[in-house]
């Protein structure tokens, strides 16, 4: 297992940006797959992006065009650019590494980080 941690998290306007960043405990070059979560007050956590190895990535449609994932194998960290935010982007995001074995329900995620807080006001 690899240990994560993310920051960048943070209060927001309506239309702003931020970057979340996902530190790895060990190299993260020949990881499967690293992923970004996130979870609302009262909802289910979902996938919003996931950047693969050969750095394939793939999204939610609900952030398609606002959000990109990339990955600096040198710092063993994973980012999240977060752009034109808005009140339903609010939620805790998790990083998370696992492996694909499918579609965009076919991963399996074998370590978490502890998450970081995104409110985005309106």
């Known amino acids: 297992q690899v240990q994560l941690v993310e920051s960048g998290g943070g209060l927001v306007q309506a239309g702003g940006s931020l970057r979340l960043s996902c530190a790895a405990s060990?190299?993260?070059?020949?990881?499967?797959?690293m992923g970004w979560h996130r979870q609302a007050p009262g909802k289910q956590r979902e996938l919003v992006a996931v950047?693969?190895?050969?750095?394939?990535?793939n999204y939610a449609d609900s952030v398609k065009g606002r959000i990109t994932i990339s990955r600096d194998n040198a710092k063993n960290t994973v980012y999240l650019q977060m752009n034109s935010l808005g009140p339903e982007d609010t939620a805790v995001y998790y990083c998370?590494?696992?492996?694909?074995?499918?579609?965009?329900?076919?991963?399996?995620?074998?370590?978490w980080g502890q998450g970081t807080q995104v409110t985005v006001s309106s």
């Open positions: 998370a590494a696992g492996t694909r074995f499918g579609g965009w329900s076919g991963y399996s995620w074998g370590s």
């Open positions: 950047i693969s190895i050969g750095d394939s990535t």
């Open positions: 060990r190299s993260i070059a020949r990881l499967n797959a």
